[in-house]
């Protein structure tokens, strides 16, 4: 991030590296799939998952936290 800015991240390293800080401290996190649909037709994909993972919000530090996410 620049200035408030969010730059775009292209390839598998910078991916990894862009998520790497977030999940160094954060153990026994899993991505579940919810729903996958694809249109051939428009070239359109929506993936729907969840993220399970050891919250860090304080106060419940530690305790299991989902986010859902398209």
Same mark, same amino acid.
């Given at each position: 991030m620049i200035a408030g800015r969010i730059l775009p991240v292209r390839g598998k390293e910078a991916l990894r590296k862009a998520w790497e800080l977030r999940f160094a401290h954060h153990g026994g996190f899993r991505f579940?799939? $919810?729903?996958? /649909?694809?249109?051939?037709?428009?070239?359109?994909v929506l993936f729907r998952?969840?993220?399970?993972?050891?919250?860090? $919000?304080?106060? /419940?530090?530690?305790?299991?936290e989902a986010r859902n996410t398209l």
């Amino acid at each position: 991030m620049i200035a408030g800015r969010i730059l775009p991240v292209r390839g598998k390293e910078a991916l990894r590296k862009a998520w790497e800080l977030r999940f160094a401290h954060h153990g026994g996190f899993r991505f579940a799939e $919810e729903e996958v /649909f694809i249109d051939v037709d428009q070239q359109k994909v929506l993936f729907r998952w969840q993220l399970d993972w050891p919250s860090s $919000e304080k106060g /419940f530090a530690g305790k299991p936290e989902a986010r859902n996410t398209l």
